[in-house]
């Protein structure tokens, strides 16, 4: 056989540093017969300086009963709807929005901070695509 098989691709929203075995994660892992704890204890050394923030872990987990990660950051929404203080975003995105804008130097700190996950170094692009996701939530950029 020529390496491992990937038997599942996840992608599990935790909170930084507080991974356990308690649902999420372990039912998701336990289903796989995964040891949770070869996930759990290298994730929350990790994420543990990240602070009160949700990371998103992308798992691959193999045949052979091995996996393993990568933390992405905070998602896009969460982190643009932390930078407004506002709970959600709107219902309907195209009919109404919400009464925040975005400004160009938000925009700019939430690139930022997300060009750590992205595969580029063009802050203008990832400006793009927080601009996208905010007009997705109703959020007006200015």
């Known amino acids: 056989m020529a390496g491992k098989q990937v038997k599942a691709s996840l992608k ?7 991974a356990s075995a308690a649902p999420p994660v372990g039912s998701t892992l336990g289903q796989y017969g995964v040891n949770m704890m070869d996930f759990i204890n290298p994730f929350n050394e990790q994420t ?11 798992l691959n987990i193999y ?11 905070q998602p896009t929404d969460d982190l643009i709807r932390d ?5 959600k975003g709107s219902g ?8 925040t804008k975005l400004t160009q130097t938000q925009l700019n700190e939430i690139a930022e901070v997300k060009a750590r996950d992205m595969n580029t170094n ?8 927080v601009a996208g996701t905010a007009r997705s939530m109703g959020v007006e950029v200015e």
């Open 122 to 129: 063009k802050i203008d692009s990832v400006k793009k695509m």
């Open 83 to 87: 930078k407004l203080g506002i709970k």
């Open 48 to 58: 543990r300086d990240l602070g009160n923030v949700t990371v998103t872990a992308h």
């Open 92 to 99: 309907k995105p195209n009919s109404e929005k919400i009464a």
């Open 12 to 18: 599990l929203k935790i909170p930084a540093g507080k």
């Open 63 to 73: 045949d052979d009963r091995s996996m393993d990660f990568r933390v992405v950051g």
